[in-house]
């Protein structure tokens, strides 16, 4: 079956430095891929998409690239910030299918 | 406007109860779905409405029973509690089952529940 793994966390660092959270993944077909994030208390928010081959999503500084050869998904932002301290999801939908398929999340923690 | 709302928000009852979540949402989506996040902040899906009708039913106690009154509504009922239960339940709702990968899944809130 479909399945997403993800780097073991907490990921800690300091604010501006450089973040990347792996996420590879096997699915049938060619899936897309999402990164949630769920910040403490709250519900999970959608980061950014990606629903093709070298697709590259982007939002609030963050960035992630469909790696169809390498199967994965890293997720990747230049300059954190304390707000960013959140548990972040990889998933991917198979195609032709809306349920999504979780990782088991990365938290990062950023410190000042 | 809250797009997804769930409610309760917090759920402490007894293990043997019977206890319901509700979830609505004003998004004019077709499909709904119930996620459970363990203690380990593992997510995974329960259920799937599209259009009243379950789609999605993962292997899941048949002490759960999703109820969907309406497109809008989709709430989650849980009979005989037991302390394994004790989760967040997130509640999600997105444009069109069949609509494909391009479609975002909106998620409530979550409703902590736990069972003492």
């Known amino acids: 079956g479909d399945s997403v793994t993800q780097m073991e966390g907490p990921v800690t660092l300091s604010e501006e430095a450089f973040l990347t959270i792996n996420c590879t993944y096997t699915a049938t077909g060619y899936p897309s891929l999402f990164w949630y994030v769920q910040y403490p208390g709250e519900g999970l928010q959608l980061l950014l998409k990606?629903?093709?081959?070298?697709d590259k999503g982007s939002n609030k500084g963050f960035e992630a690239t469909y790696r169809k050869e390498t199967t994965s998904f890293h997720l990747e932002k230049g300059s954190v910030q304390v707000s960013d301290s959140a548990v972040y999801f990889c998933?991917?939908?198979?195609?032709?299918?809306?349920?999504?398929?979780f990782g088991k999340g990365t938290m990062l923690l950023v410190s000042p | 406007d809250t797009a997804v709302s769930q409610t309760p928000k917090y759920l402490v009852t007894q293990m043997g109860n019977d206890k319901s979540i509700k979830c609505e949402q004003n998004l004019g989506h077709d499909t709904m779905y119930w996620y459970k996040q363990d203690s380990k902040k593992f997510l995974k899906i329960m259920f799937s409405?599209?259009?009243?009708?379950?789609?999605i039913n993962e292997t899941v106690p048949n002490r759960f029973s999703p109820k969907s009154p309406d497109k809008a509504h989709l709430n989650l009922h849980i009979n005989s509690l037991e302390l394994g239960d004790s989760a967040v339940y997130f509640c999600?709702?997105?444009?069109?089952?069949?609509?494909?990968?391009?479609?975002?899944?909106?998620f409530g809130p979550g409703t902590r529940l736990l069972v003492l």
């Open positions: 990606a629903t093709k081959a070298d």
């Open positions: 999600a709702s997105s444009q069109d089952f069949a609509g494909g990968p391009q479609e975002t899944q909106y």
């Open positions: 409405y599209n259009n009243k009708e379950l789609i």
């Open positions: 998933a991917l939908v198979r195609s032709g299918y809306s349920t999504l398929t």
